[in-house]
């Protein structure tokens, strides 16, 4: 992967995981906006998190999650699959945008930075069984 393009995820240990995992892909250069949220609001309730929670707060925009586990190793994927995987994505730079500039106001940047830092050592280590730093 392209290390001078930052790549960017909600729950990137998870989508970083199964990258390495599925496609032997590792990436540098990453960015989380569940690290992020977090971050920015470490004792909100667990669904607070999840990218539907985040993108209807920020957004109005309501995503449809009943796809989430639907066969996604698939060769070929349903138009429904497609559909939710671009609704996923389509405002994801926009929130990391503006939970960037709320961890720079909250002069959180600088760790939030470095817990992204770490993202392919960690996914190295859950790939290869340790306990997860980052766990819910």
């Known amino acids: 992967m392209d290390e001078r393009v930052l790549k960017v995820f909600h729950h990137a240990p998870f989508d970083l995981s199964f ?5 032997d892909v590792k990436a540098e250069r990453v960015a989380c906006t569940k690290i992020a949220a977090k971050l920015l609001a470490p004792n909100a309730q667990k669904g607070e998190y999840s990218l539907k929670y985040l993108m209807a707060k920020s957004f109005g925009l309501e995503l449809d999650k009943s796809v ?3 066969d996604w190793l698939a060769e070929d994927l ?23 500039e709320r961890l720079e106001g909250r002069r959180l940047l600088a760790l939030y930075e470095r817990c992204c830092a770490f993202l392919p050592a960690h996914v190295e280590l859950r790939l290869h069984g340790v306990a997860d730093p980052f766990k819910y």
């Open 19 to 23: 990258m390495t995992a599925a496609w």
């Open 78 to 100: 349903t138009q429904r699959q497609v559909e939710y995987a671009v609704m996923d994505v389509v405002k994801l730079l926009d929130l990391y945008d503006i939970l960037r």
């Open 68 to 70: 989430r586990f639907t």
